[in-house]
Each structure stands twice: as structure tokens, then as C-alpha cells.
């Protein structure tokens, strides 16, 4: 049975058969029951030294379909691969570049969407349930659930959202289509000139390309240009208006259909001095332009399939123009347009956020201490694989990049220099996108807290400006902390919400001011999560701030806030109640602090962690304190029946067993409701497959609810194994 095989294998292998630059090797492995790879890296030859007889592997094919598809991909190309044969591994010299194979044909070619991989050799463990599909796709021949992966976050953004639901970065469409009209041009740039001449008549933010310097010592409209100034020309710091006048008259003029978007989200705008790829022609080399057309066209190639030759001609064409005048960081932005669901833009914030907060290394062995082509593909294979993780918190390029302007936006007016020492930023912020976020929010993300209580509680948030959210395990505190946060500011913005976890060894200095060590080995005064807070509501008086404290009684909250507990208090945030810091600011004086009333705290509880002290009077007195109770009901099955694929009549089975034992906990004098588990433990994170109901119940079982039962009956474990007897019994 293949599950025997899946728990016993190291691993699965889907492998490419174009041997380099040559024609679809496959005939030719099948009929010598063999596969090779030609010419490979050391990696390669890792990997392939890495299969072991008995493992099963695939010949795949990955291209990219835009049409004859089973499902509506809302107008974006698919990711596809083909599995051509299948076959198990029986001999492996170690030489790194073939193994015997025992083949099987695959007539007709069976397709596979969604979950590719471009690479010539795909080590697949069978260690999710996008894998687990996969595999037994392939080697099972079971059906691809295509929903399941339409509403999967990380395809959901591009083509699972429901008819009438808004979808985010419908841009890309628009944005891609110019990229595929302007390659046109590519052999006839006089023509393309010529339109833009003839569109500037008309619009007048296209001056600025009427500025070239001629090699013979004239001066006018630039004589050639490359395909991402064109793009650059709408993606500036212009009006919106005339954003999409120009976009709608470069549309008419390439012949291209799709509409001109009604916002631009995530997008990076050029600085308006700095907009063209490529210097004056008096000081262009005459190839200059060229080369910025071949990444160009590149690009475009680049995603449609897994060739080594797509690859290698991207690398090529990346690092002959990278770095030349006028390219730098930028040109990721470019890619980034043409093609947004493939390339990362590379800006000054989209570095930051991918540094500072998905802690992902950004090569820089490029010119100019940029990245070069593989070190870029490298960063985006590495973010692309993040981005499938359902937990992670972004799922796309577009989402990146819309949520980098909003962790860290730059003022363009008085910013003289990026941070790669740039005398002026190659993109300035675009307009930063307001989600809204309300009450009804909170229910369509999965809330099964009765509606007045969660309006009771922004209320209360609202007045006493500090909120605790107590309860046992399991019962959604830090999920709906969260999402309370962002119906009080009324929008899903990271920028206005800080997040921190406390516990025994956070200090006053780390929470609010303190020393720290700097790089040359002297210390400074650095501001704490709170401060900081303090002084960003202090900078926007009318928009809200909340910091979330996690587990606010593992930490010692009087030692952490110090004096700031005082002005805590709904009464005593204004300035004249300020009081000095313990430490002075950074330049030595002593400036009083008050809390702002903008500025709010929703911290988290967990009532049954016996290790932990009462809650200061002092904290409780500023804080009104809300009991958080296991929600299972109506609600609540049919919410994991619908979004999670659970079945209905074994959720129904799954909320009376674990009411059962709730019951046998809350009666139990050592231990009390306060220890009852929360719902969270029987909800799923991700969508089941059809059938496993049971199975992840037994699961979650015997790898979550046991330990945590064995820990509150620590002194009697016979109750502990009788609960969970009782839990699985006739299951």
C-alpha cells in the first residue's frame, strides 16, 4: 500500500527529462530504464545520489496554461505539470548523475495544478497534506481535489475567490497583459516611440521623457526606450487620475483588452527624478537598451516552464544589465510588474519587511552590493515556499509587497537617500491601501462568540482603554485579541498593532526604555515595544494604537510597565498627568511621558497555568477582565463543516465527546471550568481531506488533549487515561 510506503520511504522524486538544452529525454529512459541528469550542479548530484532503491519516482513536466483549464483561474496563467511516467528506483551507482529505474508509461499525460516546482529534481516528503495529494495523484492515480487548492491561502488570493467576492491585485491582470503586448515591440522600438509621442499630445505627465540628451548634441523626446520605463510611465508619482489615463491610453495603443484597474495595491511607484532604466543616450553604451529588452523578454519566458534553457537565459539577461546606469534595485521592481505573481520587487521596504520580519537573507554579491540572478531566484524560490505555509504572513509577491508600505511606509518628501546609499530612492510609496476591518470581520474569519458580547467588548475597550482576555487553553484569546484590535482601528493594519509576549525574564528595559549593547561595543539608551507605541499614537492623534500583550501574567506586569502603569488609567492619560522615565532619552534630557488615549492594550490570559501568581491588584484595577469559555455549537460545526471539510454528523460526535469531558473537568475539585478545554483544540487550521475526519480526531487526541491531560491529573494518571479512553471510545 502506498501509506505503508509514505511512512517508510525517505522520499518521493519528480524529476525533469529535457537533459539540458536537448530534446524530451523520456522515450529514451523508459525504453533503457534509466533517468540521468546532464551536467549537474553539486546539489543535483546530492540529490540524485540520494535515492534509494525501492523509491518511487515520476518523470514530471512543468509548464504554465492560461486556457482549457478544469476551473476558472480568474484570466491568471496556472502552474502545470505533467506526469509522463512513473517508476520505481532499482539501483543507484553513487555517481551522482543516473539511477536504474523500473518505468512505467503515463498515456495520456496526467495534469497536475497548482503545486509545482521548477527544478529538475523534486524531493517530495510526504509530510503535508499538498504532498500527500500529490503523491498519490501520481503514483495512485487519485483525482486532484482542485477546490481544496483554490481555497488554500496562498492560491485563494489568485483564483479561488468567490463570484462577487473582491479580489485583491486584479491589477496583475491589466499589468501583465501590457507586458505581453509591449514585447511586440521589441524589433520596431520607432513605433513604439512614435505612440508615446503621439499619446503625450494628449496627456501631459509624459514630459519628462521629452528630456534626452541626443549623442549628437541635441536635445528632445527620447529616440528608444526599454519596456519598463513604458510601464514605469503609469507607476510614478503622478495623480491617480491621470494613472489611469495614461494606463488606459498605452492599453489602446498595445490592443490591449483588459480593463484599466480601479486601484493599483501593492504596487511601487518610481521617484519621479529617478523613472528611466537607462541614462541620457549621450552616455549610454548603444547596447544598453537592448539588454534591458532581453531580461525583459526573459522575464516573461522565464515562468512558462521548467527548461534549463529558460532558466539560464534569465540568469544571463538579469546580470548583463544588473548594476549598469540607471539598473539597480529597481529592475526587480520592473519584473515585479510584468510578471507579479513570479518576481519579488526589491525595494527599499520590501527589503526591509523581508529582513526585519520574514528573517529571509537577501544575497548581495551583485554589483553594487545588489543581488545578482541566482541569488534573486534564490530568495524567491525560498519566499514562494513560505508562502504556502497557511500560518505565514504573506501568501504572495503582490501581498508582500502591498504589506511592505504598510509595515514601514517611507515619506517621500523627506527622504534624501535609500538604504543602499542610492543619492535618491528608486521608489517612493504609493498610496497605502485602507482594508477595512469591522465586527462582521471577525465572524467571516471564524468567531463563535455570541455577537453582543464581542460588541460589549469594544465598548469596554472603547471606555477603559485596557482589556484582558482570560480564560482556559483553547479558547481563541490571542486569536480574537487580534482581530479586536482591528475592528477597533477599523482596518487589518500591522502598522497600528504590536504584538508582544511577555514572560519571566522581560524587563522594564526591554518593555519600555533601557540599555542595550550597539555594534561597536558601547552602549545606548533604546526605546521598548511600549515607547514606541506611546510615540507613534503621540505623531497620529486621530488614528488608533493597540499593543497586544500575550500571556500578560507570565511576565511581572508592575516590574515591566513601571511608572507607565499609573498612566494606564483611562482618567490619566493626558500631559498633565506625565511623569518622568526612569531613564532620560536618548540625548540625555528628561522629557515627561503620558499615554495618549489613542493608544490601547488588549492582553491575553491563560487562567489554568498553575505555575503562574495572581495578577497584581494594581494591573487589575487599570484592565477590565473578560471571561473567554469553550465555544462549540451550532456555530461552530458549521463553520468546520464548511470551511474545514470536516464531516457534519462526526463534528457533531466531536463536540458531544469533548462536552462530556469538560463536564468531568469542571466537576472535578482539583481542577474546576477554568481548566475546560477550548474549542480551538477541535478546529482545524487547514481543510481536511474527504474521510479523515476520523483519523485527525484520533490524532489530535493522542498527540494534543493526552499531554495535557496527563498534566492536569499530574497526581492521579488514571483519570487522565480513563478521559481519554472515554474521548476515542467506539470512534
Known amino acids: 500500500m502506498l501509506a505503508e510506503k509514505m511512512a517508510a520511504t525517505s522520499a518521493f522524486w519528480f524529476v525533469g527529462a529535457s537533459y539540458g538544452a536537448t530534446n524530451d529525454q523520456t522515450p529514451r529512459f523508459i525504453e533503457n530504464g534509466i533517468w540521468e541528469v546532464h551536467n549537474p550542479t553539486n546539489k543535483e548530484s546530492a540529490l540524485v545520489n540520494a535515492m534509494r532503491v525501492g523509491d518511487r519516482i515520476a518523470i514530471k513536466a512543468a509548464y504554465v496554461r492560461k486556457h482549457n483549464l478544469p476551473f476558472d483561474a480568474k484570466g491568471q496563467p496556472v502552474s502545470v505539470m505533467g506526469v509522463k511516467a512513473i517508476g520505481t528506483v532499482t539501483c543507484n551507482e553513487q555517481n551522482g548523475y543516473r539511477v536504474g529505474v523500473d518505468w512505467t508509461p503515463v498515456e495520456p499525460v496526467r495534469e497536475w495544478f497548482f503545486y ?144 484599466v484597474p480601479a486601484s493599483f495595491e501593492g504596487v511601487p511607484l518610481l521617484n519621479n527624478l529617478k523613472s528611466w532604466f537607462f541614462p541620457f543616450e549621450n552616455k549610454r553604451s548603444s547596447d544598453h537598451i537592448d539588454k534591458l529588452w532581453d531580461v525583459f523578454a526573459a522575464a516573461i519566458d522565464y515562468p512558462k516552464s521548467d527548461d534549463n534553457p529558460n532558466s539560464t537565459r534569465f540568469v544571463e539577461t538579469f546580470d548583463a544589465i544588473n548594476g549598469q546606469m540607471g539598473v539597480g534595485w529597481n529592475l526587480t521592481m520592473g519584473l515585479f510588474w510584468i510578471r507579479p505573481w513570479s518576481f519579488a520587487t526589491l525595494d527599499g521596504n520590501s527589503r526591509r519587511l523581508i529582513k526585519e520580519k520574514l528573517l529571509a537573507d537577501i544575497g548581495t554579491n551583485g554589483p553594487n552590493r545588489r543581488c545578482n540572478a541566482a541569488e534573486y531566484l534564490t530568495l524567491i524560490d525560498t519566499l514562494e515556499r513560505r508562502f504556502q505555509e497557511p500560518d505565514y504572513s504573506v501568501h504572495s509577491f503582490p501581498e508582500l509587497s502591498q504589506e511592505a508600505w504598510v509595515y514601514q511606509p517611507h515619506d517621500a518628501s523627506t527622504q534624501t537617500a535609500d538604504d543602499d546609499g542610492d543619492e535618491l530612492p528608486e521608489a517612493i510609496a504609493p498610496e497605502r491601501t485602507i482594508v477595512p476591518y469591522s465586527v462582521d470581520d471577525i465572524f467571516k474569519d471564524g468567531c463563535f462568540v455570541e455577537r453582543s458580547k464581542i460588541e460589549r467588548l469594544l465598548e469596554r475597550l472603547e471606555k477603559k482603554k485596557n482589556l484582558v482576555l482570560q480564560g482556559p487553553p483553547g479558547t481563541g484569546k490571542t486569536w480574537l485579541a487580534k ?30 526604555r533601557g540599555w542595550r549593547p550597539t555594534g561597536d561595543g558601547k552602549l545606548a539608551l533604546v526605546d521598548g515595544v511600549f515607547i514606541e507605541a506611546i510615540h507613534a499614537a503621540l505623531r497620529a492623534p486621530d488614528a488608533k494604537f493597540v499593543v497586544v500583550i500575550e500571556e500578560i501574567n507570565r511576565g511581572n506586569p508592575a516590574q515591566i510597565f513601571g511608572e507607565l502603569l499609573t498612566l494606564l488609567e483611562a482618567g490619566k492619560r493626558t500631559p498633565s498627568e506625565a511623569i518622568e522615565l526612569c531613564y532620560p532619552d536618548a540625548d540625555g534630557k528628561r522629557r515627561a511621558v503620558h499615554v495618549p488615549e489613542n493608544l490601547y492594550v488588549i492582553g491575553t490570559m491563560n487562567v489554568a497555568d498553575r505555575s503562574l501568581a495572581l495578577v497584581d491588584m494594581a494591573l487589575r484595577r487599570r484592565f477590565a477582565f473578560v471571561d473567554l469559555e469553550p465555544r462549540l455549537g451550532d456555530v461552530w460545526r458549521r463553520w468546520v463543516s464548511a470551511q474545514w471539510n470536516m464531516d457534519a454528523s462526526l463534528a457533531a460526535a466531536i463536540e458531544t465527546r469533548i462536552e462530556a469531558l469538560n463536564r468531568t473537568i469542571a466537576n472535578d475539585a482539583r481542577l474546576g471550568r477554568h481548566f475546560c478545554l477550548g474549542h480551538s483544540y477541535v478546529t482545524p487550521t487547514e481543510a481536511l481531506e474527504d474521510g479523515s475526519t476520523r483519523q485527525w480526531f484520533i490524532d489530535v487526541v493522542d498527540t494534543e488533549i493526552r499531554p495535557l491531560l496527563d498534566e492536569y491529573w499530574f497526581d492521579a494518571p488514571e483519570e487522565a487515561r480513563k478521559a481519554c479512553e472515554q474521548l476515542l471510545r467506539d470512534w
Not at 160 to 178: C, H, I, L
Not at 494 to 500: E, G, T
Open 483 to 512: 482581530r479586536l484590535a482591528f475592528a477597533l482601528i477599523r482596518e487589518q493594519s500591522d502598522s497600528n498593532v504590536r504584538r508582544v509576549q511577555f514572560h519571566p525574564n522581560l524587563s522594564y528595559e526591554d518593555f519600555v
Open 116 to 259: 509545482t516546482y521548477r527544478p529538475t529534481i523534486w524531493r517530495v516528503l510526504p509530510d503535508d497534506w499538498k504532498a500527500e495529494a500529490l503523491i498519490r495523484f501520481a503514483f495512485e492515480n487519485k483525482q486532484q481535489d482542485i477546490e481544496r487548492f483554490l481555497h488554500f491561502p496562498y492560491w485563494r488570493e489568485r483564483y479561488g475567490a468567490a463570484d462577487g467576492e473582491k479580489q485583491r491585485f486584479a491589477w496583475t491582470t491589466f499589468f501583465q497583459a501590457v507586458a505581453d503586448a509591449l514585447l511586440a515591440y521589441r524589433s520596431d522600438r520607432a513605433a513604439l516611440v512614435a505612440g508615446l509621442q503621439d499619446i503625450a499630445t494628449r496627456v501631459d505627465v509624459l514630459d519628462y521623457l521629452n528630456k534626452d540628451q541626443y549623442a549628437d548634441g541635441g536635445q528632445g523626446f527620447v529616440r528608444d526606450i526599454c519596456p519598463f520605463t513604458v510601464i514605469g510611465s503609469f507607476n510614478r508619482g503622478i495623480t491617480d487620475v491621470n494613472r489611469k489615463q495614461l494606463a488606459g491610453e498605452l492599453a489602446r495603443m498595445l490592443g490591449v483588452s483588459e480593463p
